[in-house]
Structures are given as structure tokens and as C-alpha cells.
């Protein structure tokens, strides 16, 4: 029997709720499916940076390295400098981790209102480059309080980050519809991006069998909202794919419905799975989260560990609990969190 050691680490806000949940449908799914898991907690994120001024300790990707996968929720509290979880936490695991891949389904759920009005199938995968890209964090600020003051920060792009990406997209694109639609801005940013355009087009030559789409940011968040079904594998930068898995969240129905990996896919580091939406501080403390991105996130967890079966289970599960009309608060129901988790664990 296969066993999996799984960090957990829930963050700050509505992490604290809806992780838990997500961790009871692991453990049924791993019950059913005939495998185990180990979990080992740790409570970093904003509210440990009150405490102790940073957000993981100086030891914390050792530690985290020993894992097979990380279960995350989200970091970042409303009192701490909104800066600094993405560059103390998530850039930071991301990065030293190899997780070059952000990967980000969309997908109609059953039963679940969605604001666009047609009635087709939605199911595609943003693939966003997850280490380079606009979100390097190269740059500076100069005389920031003077009348002449200026900030900067310059995109990265290279041969080896965009190669790899691309063909993690088209792979993907052959287990699925065999199309992908690479996202670009290379009219304006025209060194960077049409570096971009060039080692995709070199990379998709490779690939014959799957067609080749380019389109502009601009255009492609148009088309998400009035053509979102010609949409197979959706190949990003870091910050368009940013942008766009919230407006993939938000054509599903809510932010909370979205689940995503940040993917190490030759296996050299553990992997972290996380929902696409922030803390949520807002609606923390009341357990009434959308935990069904969280949910997802598992099954995605348990696919890239091997139990296929598993996340597929989990999915029907998802797929059978929405149908039900086990709905959160924002999705127009009144189901707390808790709700939605055993909804899910009775129907597997
Ligand atoms: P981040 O930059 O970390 O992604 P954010 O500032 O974009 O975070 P979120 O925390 O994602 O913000 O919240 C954005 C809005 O969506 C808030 O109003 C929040 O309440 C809502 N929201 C986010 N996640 C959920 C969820 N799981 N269930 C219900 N509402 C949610």
C-alpha cells in the first residue's frame, strides 16, 4: 500500500477553515482507494510573520523538502505589508522548489449558476509559467518620496524556462482536446514576449498532432467571457495567468471553486497544491468559505502522486455534491465549509 507524506500548511485566514475540510476528503479518498497518509502541520504564514517577522522559519524548505506534496491554503493577513507573502512564501516555494508549473483548470460544475449565459461546456487548463516572467522581482526604487522618484521591475525570460513550460503544455495538450492557446502581448512587448511567441512556435513544431494557437492578453480575456469553450490548454506568463485563472474562477461561478498545482513535474521537489483564491480575511472566522477549490486541489495533489482513481473519485464527488444543491453562500446557497466536506466524503 502506497503511502504519502503530506505537508499541510493552512496559512492565515480562510486557509484555516476550509484546508481541514479538504484534508477530510484526502483521508476518505485514501480509504476508499486503498492508500495512506502521513500529514504533518505547521502553522506559518502572516500570522507567524506577527510573531516571529517572518513567514516560514529559516529552516522551513528543508523541512517542507522531505515531503511528497504540500497541501497549502493561502497566506496573507490585512495587518502585514501586502508585499510580503508572495515574496516570503509562495515566490519562495515556488521558486526553490522547481514548481515552474502553475496549473490551473476551469471547468463548469454542475448545478452551479455561472455568469456567462451560454449554456456550453467549460473545461480547459491554464498553464502559467510560475518562476520567470514578470514576477522575478528584478528591479528597484529610486528617490521613491522625491517629485523625480521612479520604480522599476524587469521581466525574465528565458530559453530554458519558456522551452520547458511549453512543452509541459503541449504534453498536456495531448492527453486532453490536442490545442493550445498561447497567451502573448509581443505587439507592445516586443523583445521579451516576441521572445516568448519564438520559443513557443520552435517548441510546437514538435508537437504536429496539436494545433497551435497565439492570442493576445487583451483579446483572450474577451474570448474567456464570450467564446470560453474553444479553449483546450491555455499557456500563460506568470502575471497574465495570474489575471486570468481569477477570471477562469470567476466564469466558473466564484473564486472559490478553482483549484490549482504548483508543479515540480520531474518529481526533484515536492509539489504545492493551493486554491487559486487569496485569505479571504474578509469572510474569515465564519466557516462559510467556498471549499470546493480546496477540495480540487487535492484531487490535483492526488493525481500528481499517482491515485488517479482517486482524484477522479473526488471529482464525481464534487460534481455530485454541487448537483445536490450543496452550495456555499457565495454561490447563492447557505452551506457552511464543513457542509460541502461532508457532502463530498458521504458521496464518495
Ligand atoms: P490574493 O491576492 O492572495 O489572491 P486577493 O486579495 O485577490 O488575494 P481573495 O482573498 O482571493 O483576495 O478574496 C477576493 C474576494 O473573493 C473576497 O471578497 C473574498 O471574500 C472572496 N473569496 C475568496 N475566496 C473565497 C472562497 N473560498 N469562498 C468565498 N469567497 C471567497
Known amino acids: 500500500m502506497s ?4 505537508a499541510v500548511v493552512p496559512g492565515d485566514g480562510i486557509g484555516n477553515e476550509i484546508v481541514p475540510e479538504g484534508l477530510k476528503v484526502i483521508r476518505a479518498a485514501a480509504k476508499k ?3 495512506s497518509i502521513e500529514t504533518e502541520e505547521f502553522g506559518w504564514g502572516a500570522g507567524y510573520y506577527l510573531k516571529h517577522n517572518q513567514f516560514l522559519p529559516d529552516n522551513g524548505l528543508e523541512v517542507l523538502k522531505k515531503f511528497d506534496a504540500i497541501y497549502f491554503g493561502s497566506v496573507g493577513l490585512p495587518e502585514v505589508d501586502d508585499t510580503l507573502p508572495a515574496k516570503d512564501y509562495t515566490f519562495k516555494v515556488r521558486t526553490n522548489f522547481n514548481q515552474y ?3 490551473r483548470p476551469v471547468r463548469t460544475y454542475p448545478g452551479v449558476t455561472r455568469p456567462l449565459r451560454t449554456e456550453k461546456h467549460i473545461d480547459f487548463v491554464i498553464v502559467r509559467e510560475n518562476t520567470e516572467g514578470e514576477f522575478v522581482q528584478m528591479g528597484g526604487q529610486y528617490l521613491p518620496d522625491e517629485p523625480n522618484g521612479m520604480g522599476t521591475d524587469t521581466s525574465v525570460f528565458t530559453r530554458k524556462g519558456i522551452e520547458r513550460i511549453a512543452h509541459y ?4 495538450a495531448r492527453t486532453r482536446d490536442k490545442k493550445v492557446t498561447h497567451i502573448t502581448k509581443s505587439n507592445t512587448l516586443i523583445n521579451s514576449l516576441s521572445y516568448w511567441d519564438r520559443i513557443i512556435s520552435e517548441v510546437a513544431q514538435q508537437y504536429p498532432d496539436v494545433e497551435h494557437e497565439q492570442m493576445y492578453i487583451d483579446n483572450s480575456t474577451a474570448m474567456f467571457v464570450l467564446k470560453p469553450e474553444i479553449f483546450d490548454v491555455v499557456l ?10 481569477d477570471l477562469g474562477g470567476a466564469i466558473m461561478g466564484s ?3 478553482g483549484g490549482s498545482g504548483n508543479i515540480n513535474p520531474e518529481k526533484e521537489f515536492p509539489s504545492m497544491f493551493e486554491p487559486i483564491h487569496g485569505s479571504a480575511p474578509d469572510i474569515a472566522g465564519k466557516n462559510i468559505a467556498n471549499p470546493y477549490g480546496q477540495i480540487w486541489s487535492a484531487a490535483i495533489m492526488l493525481e500528481h502522486l499517482g491515485e488517479v482513481d482517486a482524484a477522479k473519485s473526488i471529482m464525481g464527488a464534487i460534481d455530485k455534491a454541487t448537483s445536490q444543491g450543496v452550495l456555499t453562500v457565495d454561490l447563492g446557497g447557505n452551506a457552511s465549509a464543513t457542509d460541502v466536506a461532508d457532502a463530498v466524503v458521504a458521496n464518495l
Open 101 to 103: 508549473v502553475n496549473y
Open 255 to 257: 473564486l472559490g471553486l
Open 33 to 35: 482507494h486503498n492508500f
Open 169 to 172: 503544455a503541449f504534453k498536456l
Open 236 to 245: 500563460t506568463t506568470n502575471l497574465f495567468g495570474d489575471i486570468l485563472s
Open 3 to 6: 503511502n504519502y507524506k503530506i
